[in-house]
């Protein structure tokens, strides 16, 4: 195991441990942090048969400590979200659009990669398309994954929604992840495509 693998799993670990002290309520942070142990656990596994580009992995560790933060405080608590907002005057704490562009953001990365080396798309044309396809198929879930656990625990439904008193909250949410995945694809392909191919050498 080399030093950048080391120092992966060192700030996972590191920030887990933090988000695990006293948060602001234990179950809305299992709700938020599941995913984040969820895709250790697969890279865990994958990472001697599948190994990943280094972006994609910087990525989904970025995305790991977005939803731990949001599950130490909830989403709708983090301070920096209420720097934002007095910073922005919108009166509202806008870290979990942050995590929804995440959401588009970083998966589409993850699924451009799985795509590409396993040659699921021949034609590069509609590459894009069925990566866009795919974020908003991720974020749909994950608003119907929310539903249902509003449903089942209505005690933590406000935590871990997030939706402070905004109607069109599922609709914004699916936009942002949409947003996040034109713009992963807008500025990282080149770079991904470069790593893509000294991974390909390296194999």
């Known amino acids: 195991m080399n030093y950048k693998n080391l120092l992966w799993i060192a700030v996972f670990a590191a920030v887990l441990t933090w988000s695990a002290i006293e ?5 809305t942070w299992w709700m938020e942090v599941i995913p ?15 190994p990943l580009t280094g972006l994609v992995y910087f990525l989904i560790l970025v995305h790991a400590v977005i939803l731990m933060v949001g599950g130490h405080y909830t989403y709708a ?41 396993n040659r699921v798309v021949v034609r590069r044309g509609w590459l894009v398309f069925l990566l866009l396809c795919i974020v908003l198929a991720i974020s749909a879930f994950y608003e119907l994954i929310e539903w249902w656990a509003a449903l089942l625990s209505a005690e933590a439904a ?9 109607v069109w909250d ?16 807008l500025t990282l392909s080149g770079l991904h495509d470069r790593q893509l191919l000294g991974l390909t050498k390296d194999v």
């Open 158 to 166: 406000d935590a871990f929604l997030g939706t402070q008193g905004y």
């Open 23 to 27: 948060p602001a309520d234990r179950l």
């Open 36 to 50: 984040a142990l969820i895709g250790f656990a697969i890279l865990a596994l994958t990472r001697q048969r599948f």
């Open 77 to 117: 608590e983090v301070p920096i979200g209420d720097w934002m907002s007095n910073l922005t005057g919108t009166g509202r704490n806008n870290y979990d659009k942050l995590g929804h562009l995440a959401q588009g953001f970083i998966p589409v990365m993850i699924a451009r990669e799985v795509m590409l080396r």
């Open 170 to 185: 599922t609709q914004s949410d699916m936009m942002w992840a949409l947003c996040g995945g034109v713009l992963a694809l």
